[in-house]
């Protein structure tokens, strides 16, 4: 069984930045494509960024292009979200999950596991 566990989650001003961690857990190949999602208070979850963990192809939102990265430890089986330049609407509820497949779409039928969330709160 695939586990996901998130953190790193803070309050951060505007401009600030942040780091986002997610362990993934469970079988190899039961995980290859993980990706960063995100709900803002009354809104539904959007896709952020994902990363093909075999060879490291990363996608992205276009409103988090060139102010974000994902990447990923194999080593230590860990995806980071590296966030710049925050606004207040990043802020936001960040889950990590991890699909079967390779990444192909944002599409929350291609994860299989989910973690809990980690706040991310950007305000002055």
């Known amino acids: 069984q695939v586990r996901v566990v998130e953190s790193g989650g803070s309050s951060v ?11 993934v857990s469970g079988a190899r190949d039961k995980w290859e494509c993980v990706g960063w999602f995100r709900q803002a208070p009354g809104k539904g979850r959007d896709g952020v960024a994902r990363i093909n963990y075999t060879g490291g ?10 102010r974000f990265t ?16 925050l606004k207040p609407e990043d802020t936001a509820t960040y889950y990590c999950a991890a699909g079967i497949d390779y990444c192909y779409t944002f599409r929350e039928v291609a994860f299989e596991a989910w973690g809990l969330g980690t706040e991310v709160a950007v305000s002055s």
């Open 13 to 23: 001003q505007p401009g600030g930045s942040l780091r986002l961690s997610c362990e």
């Open 57 to 66: 192809a990363a996608y992205y939102a276009p409103s988090v292009k060139g």
């Open 70 to 85: 994902i990447s990923r430890d194999t080593a230590k089986n860990m995806v980071y979200l590296e966030m710049n330049d």
